[in-house]
C-alpha cells in the first residue's frame, strides 16, 4: 500500500526509517491464517563458470544442501543450493561464453546471508579456506557483519543482528517446545490405548456348547466403541454392544464411564433387565453432558437343549436423554 509521509515522499514501506523496521525480524515459513495464494522467494540465480566447483565451495565449505542437480530439456544442467535454514535457493546457473549473461559472471553483491553468530559462522568457514574480505565488523546501523567471496568473484554478506538472534531462538525454543509437546500427546495417546484395551474383556466366559470371540479396533487409537463379555449365571451369558457418540480421547472417557455403570449394575441383568437398564442409564445420565448419548445393546443367551434360547433384554438409543428399550424371546433350534 502506497502512503504519504509527513515530508511529502510517497513510500510504499510505513515503517522506513523507523528503528522498530522489522527488516531483520524472523518470520514463520508457512502462514497458517492466510487469506491469499502461497508466495514465497523459490531461488535466486547466481551466475558461475563451473557448477561442480561451485558446488564444492558451497556445500563442502560453506554446508549448504544441494536441493537439485538434472538436465533440463534443452541440454543445460539445473543446479540449486540452500543453505540449512530458510526456504530460498541458489540457482548456480553456468551460461555459455557467448551468451549476455557470461559478462555477469562473478559480479553478484547483493546476496546476503543471515546468522545468530557472524564470529562463530566466520571462524567455521574461515578454517574450511573461505576467502573473507574482512573480519566481522560493527557498523554504525548496528549489529555485525563481514563479507566473502566464491570461486568466481561473486561477493555475499555474512550479517547478525541482536533482534535476528533473538526471533531465532524464540522460534527453536517454540519448535522445541511443539515437539515436545507432539511427543507427549503421542505418548499419552498410548498410555490410553492400552488403559483402554485393559476394559474390554479379559477373560471370556465358559459356554460348553458355544464358540466366540470378539475384537474392537477403533478409528483413531482410542475411541466409544465397546463390547463385553458378562457371566450372568446359571449358564446364561451377556453378549454387550455399545457405541458412544464422537471418537478420540472424549469418547474413550465416556466408554470408561459407561463400562465401570455397566459392571457395577451387570448382577440384576438377567433377572431384572428393565431395572438394569434403567440403573445403567441414570448413572450414566448423572456422569455426562447434556449432548452426550450412546447406543446400547445387551444380548442374553443360555443353552436349552439342542439350542440357545435368547433374549434381547434391552437397546437403548440416546442414552443420557432418555431410554427406549426393547426386549423379545426367542429359542433356535436345530433342525435335526
Known amino acids: 500500500m502506497q502512503v504519504d509521509r509527513a515530508d511529502g515522499v510517497q513510500t510504499y514501506n510505513p515503517l522506513m526509517g523507523s528503528s522498530h523496521s522489522p527488516l531483520w525480524s524472523i518470520g514463520p515459513a508457512l502462514r497458517l491464517d492466510r487469506r491469499a495464494p502461497y508466495l514465497r522467494l523459490q531461488n535466486v540465480t547466481l551466475f558461475v563458470r563451473d557448477q561442480d566447483r561451485s558446488l564444492q565451495f558451497f556445500v563442502d565449505r560453506l554446508g549448504f544442501s544441494l536441493v537439485a542437480d538434472y538436465d533440463v530439456p534443452s541440454g543445460d544442467r539445473w543446479v540449486a543450493v540452500a543453505p540449512p535454514d530458510g526456504t530460498a535457493m541458489l540457482a548456480l546457473v553456468t551460461p555459455k561464453p557467448d551468451a549476455e549473461d557470461y559478462k555477469h559472471v562473478g559480479q553478484a553483491r547483493q546476496i546476503v546471508f543471515l546468522t545468530e553468530d557472524v564470529g562463530a559462522k566466520y571462524h567455521e568457514w574461515l578454517e574450511r579456506g573461505v576467502a573473507f574480505l574482512h573480519p566481522p565488523k560493527e557498523p554504525g546501523w548496528g549489529g555485525v557483519f563481514t563479507?566473502?567471496?566464491?570461486?568466481?568473484?561473486?561477493?555475499?554478506?555474512?550479517?547478525?543482528?541482536?533482534?535476528?538472534?533473538?526471533?531465532?531462538?524464540?522460534?527453536?525454543?517454540?519448535?522445541?517446545?511443539?515437539?515436545?509437546?507432539?511427543?507427549?500427546?503421542?505418548?499419552?495417546?498410548?498410555?490410553?490405548?492400552?488403559?483402554?484395551?485393559?476394559?474390554?474383556?479379559?477373560?471370556?466366559?465358559?459356554?460348553?456348547?458355544?464358540?466366540?470371540?470378539?475384537?474392537?479396533?477403533?478409528?483413531?487409537?482410542?475411541?466409544?466403541?465397546?463390547?463385553?463379555?458378562?457371566?450372568?449365571?446359571?449358564?446364561?451369558?451377556?453378549?454387550?454392544?455399545?457405541?458412544?457418540a464422537g471418537k478420540g480421547i472424549a469418547a474413550a472417557l465416556l466408554m470408561a464411564n459407561l463400562q465401570a455403570n455397566l459392571r457395577s449394575q451387570c448382577a440384576i441383568a438377567s433377572d431384572q433387565p428393565q431395572q438394569f437398564l434403567r440403573s445403567v442409564n441414570q448413572l450414566f445420565y448423572e456422569n455426562t453432558a447434556d449432548g452426550d448419548y450412546a447406543t446400547f445393546f445387551l444380548l442374553s443367551m443360555t443353552t436349552v437343549h439342542r439350542g440357545y434360547a435368547m433374549r434381547i433384554v434391552g437397546i437403548s438409543r440416546r442414552f443420557s436423554c432418555g431410554m427406549t428399550t426393547l426386549w423379545n424371546d426367542w429359542t433356535l433350534r436345530p433342525r435335526c
Open 147 to 244: 563479507s566473502f567471496e566464491d570461486p568466481d568473484g561473486n561477493s555475499f554478506a555474512l550479517v547478525g543482528f541482536d533482534r535476528a538472534s533473538q526471533e531465532v531462538e524464540k522460534q527453536r525454543r517454540q519448535t522445541a517446545e511443539k515437539l515436545e509437546s507432539e511427543r507427549r500427546s503421542v505418548r499419552e495417546l498410548e498410555i490410553a490405548r492400552q488403559v483402554q484395551a485393559r476394559l474390554f474383556p479379559q477373560r471370556m466366559p465358559q459356554v460348553r456348547t458355544l464358540e466366540y470371540a470378539g475384537a474392537c479396533i477403533q478409528a483413531r487409537r482410542v475411541g466409544g466403541d465397546y463390547y463385553d463379555f458378562l457371566d450372568l449365571g446359571r449358564g446364561r451369558l451377556g453378549l454387550v454392544i455399545a457405541d458412544i
